[in-house]
């Protein structure tokens, strides 16, 4: 009866194995991580718009930078989870349930053995 006003958020955590397929399978990969930590280490074809620029312009961010917002499925991605889960909450209204975070971030994608490479390239 207490939790029935919680909101639960829109999007999905996904682990490294199913963040992999869903990219394979066409879904765009948007790191939200700064253009530094980006350029250190990313998911190979991702592409960065930083957490700041999506608080500051939402959607539009990732419009400006090329992504299809309008793919059946987009991966969210950051260091460990959590800033890219906080913009699948800001993207919440544009995006619902296409939005995907991929839990523990690049730092769970690395446990795996999948690869990391300068700037997503």
Do not use: Y
Not at 27 to 48: T, Y
């Amino acid at each position: 009866m207490f939790g029935l006003f919680k909101s639960q958020p829109a999007h999905r955590d996904i682990g490294p194995v199913a963040a992999q397929e869903l990219i394979a399978a066409g879904a765009p990969a948007v790191d939200v991580r700064e253009p530094a930590e980006f350029a250190a280490g990313a998911i190979q074809g991702s592409i960065n718009v930083p957490l700041g620029t999506v608080q500051m312009q939402g959607i539009a961010a990732l419009r400006n930078a090329g992504i299809d917002v309008d793919a059946t499925h987009l991966v969210l991605i950051c260091r460990s989870g959590n800033r890219s889960g906080v913009a699948c909450g800001i993207l919440r209204d544009a995006l619902g349930e296409r939005a995907h975070n991929l839990a523990g971030g690049v730092i769970a994608w690395a446990q795996q053995g999948m690869p990391l490479t300068p700037g997503g390239v």
